[in-house]
């Protein structure tokens, strides 16, 4: 057996990395943002095992398995780590608890006084049981489906720390990088950093490829966008690949828009995530030319099912198949769908012919 067969033997091709890589495939790979939750039964029962849900992402037996679970399913192509955006501010020493029906609870810091107290460096041992599932995942993980890690964007955790809770368009962040920006900037500082120490702790320990979720990049202004969506994201890919410079970064400005070309451009990444309500020429003009391409099915659509979710998988297809595409929603998915449904689309997506 020659050197480069046995290669070939112990590394089998990961389809969804191969579209990151510059190689469209001919089916495009399939997953799901928020794959991993409440519209699956085994996630709910195991989630009323665990308790509250930090205890769930911060016991690496739970978190390994419910990462697993959409896989064993769906056997999608991608699984993604089952974490959440705000354990960053908790490494932080920030409080972070999550109520029921509520969402995510933080101190909030929202005067230059209170920025005051933010730690620079985070504890990376509250971290350890992330990393942990991690390995687990890696272990049981067939070798053709990749393992994402993620964080949250500095801009959409800050939005969640300054408020101390989600808010409709997070005026609260907003008013504060307008009134105080250098107090703002240095809660972004302090992100960027200790996102990319904790992004290339989850490739040590086994993620094959890294998404940072700006989920409200899209309540900013041109130039607010540049400066807390776009320029901290490229400091985080650079600083990521500083030390591993092939790493592959998905981006996801959701509500971007007409941004995402800058976005694209300035910020290095190898794909980018696209919402459902994103103009599609622009996409394959401007991005898709450049890069790859994640998305974009309305998790409403698949909740509706039938006939309007066939022509909307349709619609994705005929979009961007034609370029480097990882098919996915434009957001997560919803607890009440109907798993028919996902699996409605995965056979249509899968009986592709490009």
Same mark, same amino acid.
């Given at each position: 057996?020659?050197?480069?067969?046995?290669?070939?033997?112990?590394?089998?091709?990961?389809?969804?990395?191969?579209?990151?890589?510059?190689?469209?495939?001919? =089916?495009?790979?399939?997953?799901?943002?928020? #794959? @991993?939750?409440?519209?699956?039964?085994? /996630? +709910?029962?195991?989630? !009323?095992? $665990?308790?509250?849900?930090?205890?769930?992402?911060?016991?690496?037996?739970?978190?390994?398995?419910?990462?697993?679970?959409?896989?064993?399913?769906?056997?999608?192509?991608?699984?993604?780590?089952?974490?959440?955006?705000?354990?960053?501010?908790?490494?932080?020493?920030?409080?972070?608890?999550?109520?029921?029906?509520?969402?995510?609870?933080?101190?909030?810091?929202?005067?230059?006084?209170?920025?005051?107290?933010?730690?620079?460096?985070?504890?990376?041992?509250?971290?350890?049981?992330?990393?942990?599932?991690?390995?687990?995942?890696?272990?049981?993980?067939?070798?053709?489906?990749?393992?994402?890690?993620?964080?949250?964007?500095?801009?959409?955790?800050?939005?969640?720390? =300054?408020?101390?809770?989600?808010?409709?368009? #997070? @005026?609260?962040?907003?008013?504060?990088? /307008? +009134?105080?920006?250098? !107090?703002? $900037?240095?809660?972004?500082?302090?992100?960027?950093?200790?996102?990319?120490?904790?992004?290339?702790?989850?490739?040590?320990?086994?993620?094959?490829?890294?998404?940072?979720?700006?989920?409200?990049?899209?309540?900013?202004?041109?130039?607010?966008?540049?400066?807390?969506?776009?320029?901290?994201?490229?400091?985080?890919?650079?600083?990521?690949?500083?030390?591993?410079?092939?790493?592959?970064?998905?981006?996801?400005?959701?509500?971007?828009?007409?941004?995402?070309?800058?976005?694209?451009?300035?910020?290095?990444?190898?794909?980018?995530?696209?919402?459902?309500?994103?103009?599609?020429?622009?996409?394959?003009?401007?991005?898709?030319?450049?890069?790859?391409?994640?998305?974009?099915?309305?998790?409403?659509?698949?909740?509706?099912?039938?006939?309007?979710?066939?022509?909307?998988?349709?619609?994705?297809?005929?979009?961007?198949?034609?370029?480097?595409?990882?098919?996915?929603?434009?957001?997560?998915?919803?607890?009440?769908?109907?798993?028919?449904?996902?699996?409605?689309?995965?056979?249509?997506?899968?009986?592709?012919?490009?």
């Amino acid at each position: 057996m020659t050197a480069d067969s046995y290669l070939t033997q112990i590394s089998p091709v990961k389809p969804f990395l191969e579209v990151l890589s510059g190689r469209r495939q001919p =089916v495009p790979p399939i997953w799901m943002m928020r #794959q @991993a939750g409440r519209y699956l039964p085994e /996630y +709910r029962e195991l989630r !009323a095992k $665990a308790g509250g849900f930090l205890d769930l992402c911060f016991t690496p037996e739970y978190a390994a398995e419910v990462t697993l679970q959409p896989i064993r399913r769906f056997n999608f192509d991608a699984a993604i780590i089952f974490s959440d955006i705000l354990v960053i501010p908790y490494a932080l020493g920030r409080t972070v608890r999550f109520e029921a029906g509520e969402g995510p609870r933080l101190d909030p810091l929202d005067t230059p006084d209170k920025v005051a107290t933010l730690a620079a460096h985070a504890d990376f041992t509250k971290l350890e049981p992330v990393y942990e599932a991690l390995r687990r995942v890696r272990r049981e993980l067939d070798p053709k489906i990749a393992l994402i890690g993620f964080c949250g964007a500095p801009w959409t955790v800050a939005t969640y720390m =300054v408020a101390g809770q989600g808010t409709p368009d #997070q @005026a609260p962040a907003r008013m504060m990088a /307008y +009134r105080h920006p250098d !107090a703002f $900037a240095a809660i972004i500082d302090v992100l960027v950093e200790n996102s990319i120490q904790y992004l290339l702790g989850q490739l040590k320990a086994g993620a094959d490829v890294l998404q940072i979720f700006d989920t409200w990049a899209g309540v900013l202004p041109p130039r607010e966008f540049e400066r807390w969506s776009i320029d901290p994201t490229r400091r985080i890919v650079a600083g990521v690949r500083a030390k591993v410079p092939d790493a592959k970064i998905i981006g996801f400005p959701r509500g971007a828009g007409a941004m995402l070309p800058a976005y694209v451009g300035a910020t290095g990444v190898d794909g980018v995530s696209i919402d459902w309500a994103t103009e599609p020429s622009l996409i394959r003009e401007k991005i898709q030319t450049r890069v790859a391409v994640q998305g974009n099915l309305d998790p409403l659509v698949l909740i509706a099912g039938g006939a309007a979710l066939d022509r909307a998988i349709d619609d994705v297809l005929s979009n961007y198949a034609s370029g480097r595409l990882i098919f996915n929603l434009g957001h997560g998915i919803q607890p009440e769908t109907p798993i028919a449904h996902v699996e409605q689309m995965l056979k249509r997506v899968r009986a592709y012919k490009g």
